[in-house]
């Protein structure tokens, strides 16, 4: 009986403990820019598109996506939201930049940032003869944080290993059934033992 109980506390415990590596298993997305912004001017808007692909592959519709923009030199930090644009799973965001300088940026979806290279603004009176911000090819496919191991996921990871390791205990308890000799003990018909 006492050893039944304890491998329910402990298939118990491994249910809970595991819980946190089966949240976290299989959630993460790629984000691939329609191009990649370059030539961005200080307080100029510019349209920014990209699609959100869950595990690199399927079009995640229907999200509320967002960009963050830092300026790496004040910490300036901005958000511009997204929406649906197009097909299943892209999206359009426009940004503005107030100040040059360099500025960190992250498309958060799905499940996370998913960081881009950084954008170097210039002055309004610095730019070549095309003011507008123009946009190199895409050859930039962002996986997110949590495709990573972070220290969150490392945390789940970690509980999900316990939660094995008290399953293999839970197990291991279940499996030991009393030898013939205990049962026959039991059962009073093993001789006792005689001392010279």
């Known amino acids: 009986m006492r050893r039944s109980l304890i491998g329910v506390v402990l298939l118990s415990l491994a249910a809970l403990i595991g819980w946190p590596a089966i949240v ?3 959630g993460w997305s790629t984000v691939k820019l329609d191009a990649v912004p370059t030539d961005v001017v200080a307080g100029q808007g510019f349209t920014v598109g990209f699609t959100v692909l869950q595990h690199g592959e399927r079009p995640l519709a229907d999200l509320q996506p967002y960009i963050t923009v830092t ?12 929406t649906a644009q197009g097909e299943a799973g892209h999206y359009a965001a426009r940004v503005t930049l ?23 603004v210039v002055a309004a009176g610095h730019t070549q003869a095309n003011s507008a911000a123009t946009f190199a090819p895409a050859a930039t496919h962002a ?12 945390t789940a990871l970690g ?13 291991l308890l279940g499996l030991r059934v009393p030898g013939p000799v205990a049962s026959a003990r039991s ?4 001789p006792e033992r005689v001392h010279p």
């Open 24 to 26: 976290v298993a299989g």
């Open 71 to 82: 300026n790496a030199e004040t910490g300036e930090r901005l958000r511009f939201d997204a």
């Open 98 to 120: 107030t100040d040059e300088g360099t500025w960190d940026w992250a498309i958060n979806a799905f499940e996370g940032d998913h960081w881009m290279p950084p954008l170097n």
């Open 143 to 154: 996986v997110s944080d949590s495709a990573s191991l972070t220290p969150p996921r490392l």
């Open 159 to 171: 509980l999900g290993a316990a939660g094995v390791l008290l399953l293999v205990a839970a197990a």
């Open 187 to 190: 059962a009073g018909t093993v």
